[in-house]
């Protein structure tokens, strides 16, 4: 019923990890970092720090190559990716463009691997709560 | 000091990370030199073409669009820089700088706008990020729907980011009209 569609609309129309530009976490060293109250993940780009929302991620994967030298890829999700809690609106961005895939290179092979892990982490959680909440409202 | 500003602390942001520097403006153009030497970036004024001023986290931004098409950004302006700077540039170079809107929703759709050498991707209106198209070393198309832009990997003594980008795609849907029939651009 009406109910529903506004759960909807708000799952997709409500993603905002920020409300305030000061609300981002200092700007430290230029690397992946991740936000655990915000649940958003922070990508260098160009000298900035970009937030994107834990709930944009499909999945995020790391590899290591002979030098020592990791590689950081993570893809978001986009239309067509099957179950995605925050897409069921995605219908009213149909003329958008998304961010599909982000590869990193990174110089530290530990903060390579925790951060992985830590994104990791973020997104079970997110993810199983809102299909918790999802169930909840069936 | 009749002629101009001096700002210390003002980094220049670019591929490759942050460099920390100080930054003169004055009547003929604006000319930032790196802390301890080395890199300098000196834009006359009548090469400026556009002056931007964003709010970044705890500080703000200002960009230097170049008539070639480069833009240059500079960052570590207090809100009253801003002010009196705004007044300099409008008095000693006709120049009103416009003012863009930082994006902190953490979306991944919006809109992407190709502007001199810049791409930058919009959300609602306000600008999530900008890379330019001068570090682009290749772009790909994969599939229908889908644009890769490959960067030039840098290793120069100036970068100093830890994790680089190294590739970034874009997925057009086809319900997107904004590109249509033009597979060289995304």
């Given at each position: 019923g009406t109910m529903d569609n506004r759960g909807a609309m708000k799952g997709s129309g409500d993603l905002n990890a920020y409300k305030n530009i000061n609300d981002?976490?200092?700007?430290?060293?230029?690397?992946?970092?991740?936000?655990?109250?915000?649940e958003a993940i922070l990508l260098p780009v160009h000298g900035s720090m970009?937030?994107?929302?834990?709930?944009?991620?499909?999945?995020?994967?790391?590899?290591?190559?002979?030098?020592?030298?990791?590689?950081?890829?993570?893809?978001?999700?986009?239309?067509?990716?099957?179950f995605n809690p925050y897409d069921s609106n995605s219908l009213k961005y149909q003329g958008s463009i998304y961010i599909k895939e982000a590869s990193f290179r990174s110089r530290d092979p530990r903060h390579s691997s925790e951060i992985v892990q830590q994104?990791?982490?973020?997104?079970?959680?997110?993810?199983?709560?809102?299909?918790?909440?999802?169930e909840r409202a069936t | 000091m009749a002629d101009g500003h001096l700002f210390n602390n003002i980094s220049l942001g670019g591929r490759g990370g942050t460099n920390p520097g100080q930054l003169r403006v004055h009547s003929g153009g604006i000319v930032w030199k790196k802390q301890g030497g080395g890199k300098?970036?000196?834009?006359?004024?009548a090469d400026i073409s556009g002056l931007t001023w964003m709010k970044v986290p705890r500080t703000n931004q200002l960009g230097v669009i170049s008539k070639e098409g480069l833009k240059y950004k500079f960052t570590g302006f207090r809100d009253q820089d801003v002010s009196s700077l705004t007044t300099f540039f409008q008095t000693a170079c006709g120049i009103t700088p416009e003012e863009k809107q930082l994006s902190v929703s953490g979306k991944n759709w919006g809109e992407v706008d190709l502007n001199g050498n810049m791409l930058s991707f919009l959300v609602g209106s306000k600008q999530a990020f900008e890379v330019s198209l001068a570090d682009v070393s290749q772009t790909q198309l994969q599939g229908k729907n889908d644009v890769m832009l490959e960067f030039h990997v840098d290793d120069t003594t100036g970068a100093n980011e830890k994790d680089s980008l190294m590739e970034i795609s874009f997925h057009i849907p086809n319900s997107n009209t904004q590109f249509v029939g033009d597979e060289n651009c995304p």
């Open positions: 981002l976490p200092t700007p430290r060293d230029l690397m992946i970092q991740v936000d655990q109250k915000h970009v937030p994107f929302h834990i709930a944009t991620v499909k999945s995020v994967t790391s590899q290591q190559d002979t030098n020592r030298t990791c590689y950081i890829r993570i893809i978001f999700n986009v239309p067509g990716t099957p994104i990791k982490t973020l997104r079970r959680q997110v993810t199983s709560r809102e299909s918790e909440r999802a | 300098a970036v000196e834009v006359d004024k």
